[in-house]
């Protein structure tokens, strides 16, 4: 019983936060939103330059759909697991517009992420018509709520998307100087490198 026990509560730290380290619930999500929001800017773009006589015309598009609504229900759930986990402390080094900035960036991507994927929607359901998300379920269509509804959620779609892109990319040279300039675990812990220190 002990040694289940014990099992247990170093599994369970493992997958939780704690102030020194990101446990795997983080992590993963972390990476696995990487991952979708690149291949799915990279997927945008190239099946806005798909032919109608393409094997791809509606292949491509009901990937980034379903794809799409995935990292939507990722990104809500990592929110509240974000608001009932401990977070990791700033490291010691870092001045005051650092962690301001960071907590400004961080803001800022979950926001874009949002906007863009229930934009999305509603550039998908205008019509009335649900995103099938690859045939294991059925988001319902919103249909047209205001005029224009496609086009405008398109503009917002497409700007966003692109203003993610570059704030991903300056997220990213922010970690890259806190390794290689600043020498910090900031991303060490991401990464699960120091999780054995916690």
């Known amino acids: 019983m002990f040694v289940l026990t014990n099992f247990s509560l170093e599994e369970s730290s493992m997958l939780r936060n704690s102030t020194q380290h990101y446990g795997l619930v983080s992590i993963s999500l972390h990476w696995l939103s990487a991952i979708a929001v690149i291949g799915l800017f990279a997927l945008g773009l190239w099946m806005v330059e798909l032919t109608y006589y393409s094997s791809w015309y509606k292949t491509a598009p009901d990937i980034h759909k379903s794809v799409g609504v995935l990292l939507l229900l990722a990104t809500l759930f990592r929110l509240i697991w974000r608001v009932c986990t401990l977070q990791p402390v700033p490291e010691a080094g870092h001045k005051a517009w650092e962690k301001r900035a960071a907590s400004i960036a961080h803001l800022g991507l979950y926001l874009l992420l949002l906007v863009i994927m229930f934009a999305g929607l509603l550039i998908s359901t205008a019509d009335g018509r649900g995103v099938m998300v690859f045939n294991w379920f059925e988001v319902p269509g919103f249909g047209e709520l205001?005029?224009?509804?496609?086009?405008?959620?398109?503009?917002?779609?497409?700007y966003a998307a692109y203003s993610l892109i570059g704030l991903?990319?300056?997220?990213?040279?922010?970690?890259?100087?806190?390794?290689?300039?600043?020498?910090?675990?900031t991303l060490k812990k991401m990464l699960g490198f120091n999780n054995h220190n916690s």
Request: net charge negative; glycine share 6%.
């Open 146 to 158: 205001f005029e224009d509804q496609a086009d405008i959620a398109g503009l917002i779609h497409e």
């Open 168 to 185: 991903v990319l300056v997220h990213a040279a922010g970690a890259i100087k806190h390794h290689v300039i600043d020498k910090d675990n």
